[in-house]
């Protein structure tokens, strides 16, 4: 039993898996930071668009 505690401690192949993980984690993340600032953006640009062109009246250039 010491051996395997001895074993386990020193075996590092989880260490990696960790890295990926946290990793994994900071990408997805960023992924949601970005798209809820593109979020925000595209849904300004729309309603002004939306309330520029309905403020056009129809017939003129």
């Known amino acids: 039993m010491?051996?395997?505690i001895k074993n386990f401690?020193?075996?590092e192949d989880g260490a990696v898996t960790v890295d990926w993980v946290v990793l994994t984690a900071a990408v997805v993340g960023l992924?949601?930071?970005a798209y809820t600032s593109i979020e925000t953006g595209a849904t300004?640009?729309?309603t002004a668009t939306?309330?520029?062109i309905g403020e056009q009246?129809?017939?003129?250039?």
């Open 57 to 61: 009246a129809p017939g003129t250039p």
């Open 9 to 11: 401690r020193n075996d």
């Open 2 to 4: 010491i051996k395997f």
């Open 31 to 33: 992924a949601v930071a």
């Open 50 to 52: 939306a309330t520029y």
């Open 44 to 46: 300004g640009l729309t």
